[in-house]
């Protein structure tokens, strides 16, 4: 009995002592020191401003800042490069002016204005046409630098625009003639763009680095226009007896943006 009274008088002891502490800490909780204390330990662990300087941060305004910048770079690129390409295309007509004044004072004046994609050495359509006085196999120089060459003739002819037979499509055929040694053959177009000058007689001594240009041979080209350099010689006859010839051409006509069509 006596162990059974003091097992409950223990029990009543040990939860007065607990409400005790439950209501001292209750009383601490609201002391200045407790909060005190509460708020060190929060400052602690909040980030300092060294520490928030040394986080990547980037602001609305430094992102639009940098968006900005870049497209200022864009624009002034473009404009240099729009500048450059007026300048080039004045360059072009200067010369093709000049070359017009001391040789072909009667020749139109046309810009390039299509090609076809599949047939890039083969033709290109200019901006000229009966209106302008233009007539099928009218011959079609072009300059390219100080060096004006022969790159076609008109094949086809409307009121405002005209198409223009390439001497770099294979069907194409013009009578060259080397003014060093005299020797004539025929200049005809090939798949790479380059010129083949075939028919040469055997005996030939033209050398690398010759010039080819029109003979005056035919009715369609008027002598001394420029076809192309030579740039190699086959070592031996054909099949046929002759010897054969590549040129390159005097004006490549891929680069041709402007021409002069030689008025008959």
Known sequence: MRWESFKRR???VVLVILLLLSLGLLTLHRTPYIQTFRTLLWRAEEPTPRSLARLPVVSSHAKGTVSSDKTQQLERRLERDRLQAVLAENDR??????????QWPTAKAAQVIGRDPQYW????????GTVDD???????????????????????????????L??????????????RVGDEGVVVGTSSGELKWQYLVPETTVHLGDLVETSG????????????????ISPQETVSGFRAARLKPAVIPSRTREVLVLLQ
Not at 147 to 156: K, T
Not at 166 to 179: E, F, M
Request: proline share 9%; net charge positive; charged share 20%.
């Open 10 to 12: 223990r029990a009543t």
């Open 217 to 232: 041979g035919s009715d369609l080209f008027p002598p001394g226009l420029p076809l192309g350099w030579i740039t190699e």
């Open 134 to 164: 233009l007539s099928q196999d009218a011959p079609v120089v072009a300059v390219e630098g100080p060096q004006a060459g022969l790159i076609g003739r008109v094949q086809e002819v409307a009121p405002h625009t005209a198409k223009v």
């Open 93 to 102: 007509l200067r010369q093709l002016i000049g070359f017009r004044a001391s």
């Open 166 to 179: 390439l001497i770099t499509d294979p069907l194409s055929a013009v009578i060259g003639v080397c003014r």
């Open 121 to 128: 050495f083969r033709s290109l359509l200019i901006d000229r």
